[in-house]
């Protein structure tokens, strides 16, 4: 089954500088973090919540298909730089 992204919602998690997101596959929900680093060009530290979810917003397509192929390749649901290389 393809995993999909039908809840637009997002979140902000301080305690782990990350974007939570929820994916779907079939009737199972699939937890994902993006580490604030992997958003975008500013240092982590620098960016705030706003940023980190503007950035988020503004990236959704290609994080989702990033997503889905980490997912498929079983490397877990943490993204990081290194996935979008």
């Not at 990350?18 to 500013?42: D, H, K, T």
């Not at 980190?52 to 397509?61: I, P, T, V, W």
């Amino acid at each position: 089954m393809t995993l999909n992204f039908p809840n637009r919602s997002r979140s902000f998690d301080q305690a782990r500088n990350a974007v939570r997101f929820l994916g779907y596959n079939g009737m199972f929900e699939v937890p994902f973090l993006i580490q604030a680093e992997a958003l975008g060009s500013m240092a982590s530290s620098k960016m705030t919540e706003a940023d980190c979810l503007a950035a988020f917003d503004a990236a959704r397509n290609a994080i989702y298909d990033v997503a889905r192929k980490t997912y498929a390749r079983g490397r877990g649901t943490t993204l990081t730089p290194a996935d979008f290389r």
